[in-house]
């Protein structure tokens, strides 16, 4: 099916908080050998919330930060939606807390989507769609997709967590289109949950990294049918993927070369010239469940030129995943919202283990 001209992503902006920790530091408060960490996971830095931060504060910061650059007014923004797992609330969606931050009320459909990871994009395309069916007339909608990532202290996720989150305004494409067409695949697990009033989620680390693959493969499968797969996978520039902790993504790759019959050589290429440049940003905020993939979608996207083609791979636990295919629009080389993250990452402070402990004080003990 053709892309829609009129609908796509008209502005990006991204929000990281102002405190990181780096996995070596956490790695010697842990009595762990830092290649594991590092080298064993790919993972860097963690973003963390320090007080009176959480992902409302960060939805805000990166929606003020997506409307500044759109050329709408905001009485247009018909839909603001939130992709979350890190909820407030039971009953009052995020999207509420993030509205009345900004002073969005009116006609306007405000609600929360929750899929673990792949929450925020189901809410860019139930914004998409929304335009798509008409029902939007001509109203643009907000997106966004924020999570703070935390386990319980010690355990295995501990140096994979991260924060931040990533707006979009969808109305114009001037910033990329985004096919209609996708390739979803679901079945449901119990790999990573997070029962109510529990205060970190439970997973199950083999099985997700299990569950995610098969997503992978499966998706992709789905997309190149039964064409030539280099030759599909040659239209693009780059492919993101949710990005949990960098070596998952390897091993989903590795899944998704074996399923497509590529050879571990044309695998290797792949990851290494259209997959691992993406992750840089995430390398420095670590996890951030919602917004991780378009963390990596945001790298991609700033500096490709019109018409420049990329691959966008979400997965959510429980689980759910979609293969999106998005296309560069004209202000997509200027790529302004790389300031947002060169100005977080400026401007954070990196703190020490210690710090990080007096942080998560009163979460000694709890699950
Ligand atoms: N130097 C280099 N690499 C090392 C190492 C060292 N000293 N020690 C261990 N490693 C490697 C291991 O070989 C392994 O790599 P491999 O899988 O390629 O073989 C990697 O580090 C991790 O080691 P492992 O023993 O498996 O770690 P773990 O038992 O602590 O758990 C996870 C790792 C991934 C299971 C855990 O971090 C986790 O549960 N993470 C969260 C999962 C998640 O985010 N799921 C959401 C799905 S979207």
Redesign the pocket.
Same mark, same amino acid.
């Given at each position: 099916m053709a892309t829609s001209n009129r609908t796509g992503i008209a502005s990006i902006g991204v929000q990281l908080p102002p405190l990181a920790l780096s996995v070596e530091d956490l790695a010697r408060i842990r009595g762990?050998?830092?290649?594991?960490?590092?080298?064993?996971?790919g993972c860097r830095e963690i973003a963390l919330c320090p007080e009176g931060w959480d992902a409302a504060t960060l939805a805000v910061g990166a929606a003020r930060r997506a409307l500044s650059r759109w050329n709408g007014d905001l009485s247009r923004i018909g839909m603001i939606v939130v992709g979350t797992e890190s909820a407030k609330d039971m009953s009052r969606p995020l999207s509420a807390f993030v509205a009345e931050e900004l002073g969005l009320s009116g006609a306007i459909r405000s609600y929360e989507v929750k899929h673990?990871?792949y929450g925020g994009t189901l809410a860019l395309r139930q914004a998409l769609e929304w335009r798509w069916s008409g029902a939007a007339r001509g109203k643009a909608a907000l997106v966004i997709a924020s999570d703070v990532?935390l %386990?319980a202290l010690e355990?295995?996720?501990?140096?994979?967590q991260g924060a931040g989150a990533v707006a979009f305004v969808v109305d114009e494409p001037h910033v990329a289109h985004v096919d209609v067409d996708t390739y979803a695949y679901a079945e449901p697990a119990f790999?990573?949950w997070r029962p109510v009033g529990q205060l970190f989620?439970s997973?199950?680390?083999?099985l997700?990294?299990d569950?995610?693959k098969k997503a992978a493969a499966s998706c992709f499968r789905e997309m190149v049918g039964d064409r030539d797969a280099r030759s599909v996978l040659g239209e693009y520039h780059s492919a993101s993927f949710?990005v949990?902790?960098p070596?998952?993504v390897?091993?989903a790759v590795q899944a998704v070369g074996e399923e497509l019959g590529l050879s571990a050589e044309e695998t290797k290429t792949f990851f290494d010239s259209k997959v691992d440049p993406t992750m840089v940003w995430n390398r420095r905020a670590g996890?951030c %469940?919602t917004a991780a993939l378009w963390l990596s979608v945001a790298h991609a996207l700033a500096g490709r030129k019109t018409g420049e083609k990329l691959l966008a791979f979400s997965?959510?636990?429980g689980?759910g995943a979609e293969l999106l295919s998005i296309t560069a629009g004209e202000l997509a080389e200027q790529g302004a919202w790389v300031a947002d993250v060169e100005a977080d990452l400026a401007g954070r402070t990196l703190c020490s283990a210690e710090r990080y402990l007096e942080l998560r004080k009163d979460h000694v003990g709890k699950k």
């Open positions: 762990v050998d830092p290649n594991k960490f590092t080298v064993g996971l673990a990871c990532a %386990y355990d295995g996720g501990e140096p994979t790999d990573f989620p997973v199950q680390g083999q997700s990294l569950c995610y949710h949990p902790f070596k998952m390897v091993k996890n %469940y997965y959510g636990s689980f």
